[in-house]
């Protein structure tokens, strides 16, 4: 089946780092791509939707200078989250889609810790 | 109100038995739903596709009630391989979003 690769796992740094996420479709061309955060023992929200080669379109209350997002090509999105503090610390997740009514495929995920 | 909203559990069963989750949903535009499988730690991934007329997989059913925005998953004969947390989800066409509820823990016990 489809493959979805986020890289890397897992991220310890500092306060103030930013630091960058990378989500790629291996098998299929992924128009669209979601980024999604998931707090322990709650559910995955979604932070924004990527389509590729266009601006991404965030969520309310997702700020967009806090969490870049780029998408270039119709393989890779990036995640950037810019100047990260201790309340960034999540999991964080990306899925991609191809076109029309194609399933998402998710990735393993991020887990990030702000120290 | 959340738009997908579960029962978070925990729910501790012992092996061989039959354990139904639900799942209710605000949003009467939602299009398609869904069950996935999360484990600790890991990335969801689908279990099942629900559909108003029940569909069955192995030991899983799942059923769709679109007059009560109301879903369900029935696990029969639990293993403790079925320890997880299972996301209810739901999918609006309209804006290719995927909305997932809080997730419900299930523990096998031996």
């Known amino acids: 089946g489809a493959v979805v690769s986020q890289h890397p796992s897992r991220v310890i740094c500092k306060s103030g780092t930013s630091v960058k996420i990378e989500c790629r479709s291996l098998d299929f061309q992924a128009t669209t791509m979601f980024w999604y955060r998931q707090f322990p023992k709650q559910s995955l929200m979604l932070m924004a939707t990527?389509?590729?080669?266009?601006?991404?379109?965030?969520e309310q209350g997702v700020e967009k200078d806090k969490f870049l997002i780029n998408h270039a090509s119709l393989t890779l999105s990036t995640l950037t989250v810019t100047s990260a503090h201790p309340e960034d610390s999540s999991f964080y997740i990306c899925?991609?889609?191809?076109?029309?009514?194609?399933?998402?495929?998710f990735g393993d995920g991020t887990r990030l810790s702000i120290l | 109100r959340k738009e997908v909203e579960q029962d978070p559990g925990p729910f501790n069963v012992p092996e061989g038995a039959t354990v139904a989750f639900n799942c209710t949903y605000s949003?009467?535009?939602?299009?398609?739903f869904f069950w996935y499988r999360q484990d600790c730690r890991k990335e969801p991934k689908l279990l099942m596709s629900v559909y108003s007329s029940g569909n069955e997989d192995g030991r899983f059913t799942a059923q769709l009630n679109r007059a009560s925005q109301y879903i369900s998953l029935l696990i029969r004969d639990s293993k403790l391989s079925d320890s997880a947390t299972y996301l209810c989800?739901?999918?609006?066409?309209?804006?290719?979003?995927?909305?997932f509820g809080q997730g419900t823990t299930l523990q096998v016990k031996p």
């Open positions: 949003n009467s535009a939602s299009q398609s």
């Open positions: 989800v739901a999918y609006s066409g309209n804006t290719g979003k995927l909305i």
């Open positions: 990527s389509n590729e080669g266009s601006k991404a379109t965030y």
């Open positions: 899925s991609a889609r191809g076109t029309g009514t194609q399933p998402q495929h």
